[in-house]
């Protein structure tokens, strides 16, 4: 064998015995950290969202004298409202106060508010937006 033949063979011994001795691939290792992070991130969004949830109550009840007239100011007036539905999941969660401007109202006792549609019956509570 001519030298330069056998310099290449112990190259590739000494890179062979490195990387099965020596070398410690972080790939999974970095690539766990990246899921880790990720899913930790996941996990925070999930919690705040949860916490808002929990932390959503009954509005005080309103008369339906009393939530046509505010609605109707608002209608009038063009003025932002929220309110909230009478309605609740089955485990027991309220859903988000509804927003938007009062578009107007229908013979069949609806109020539409931004591209909602809305019983005026099934409404607890209006205020108007802050």
């Known amino acids: 064998m001519d ?4 310099q290449n063979i112990s190259a590739y011994q000494k890179a062979q015995t490195f990387f099965e001795e020596r070398y410690y691939d972080r790939g999974m290792v ?5 899921y880790l992070s990720d899913h930790t991130e996941q996990i925070a969004k999930e919690q705040a969202y949860n916490t808002q949830i929990k932390a959503r109550s009954w ?4 008369t ?3 939530i046509t007239a505010l609605l109707f100011k ?3 007036q063009r003025l932002k409202v929220d309110l909230q539905v009478k309605l609740q999941s089955i485990d027991g969660t309220l859903p988000a ?3 938007g401007i009062v578009q107007g109202y229908d013979e069949n006792n609806f109020v539409f508010i931004g591209t909602d549609a809305i019983k005026i019956d099934d409404i607890q509570w209006v ?4």
């Open 127 to 130: 205020g108007f937006h802050k």
């Open 74 to 76: 608002a209608y009038r």
């Open 59 to 62: 509005q005080t009840a309103m």
């Open 97 to 99: 106060l509804v927003s």
């Open 30 to 34: 970095k690539w766990l950290g990246y």
């Open 3 to 6: 030298k330069q033949h056998q």
């Open 64 to 66: 339906e004298i009393e």
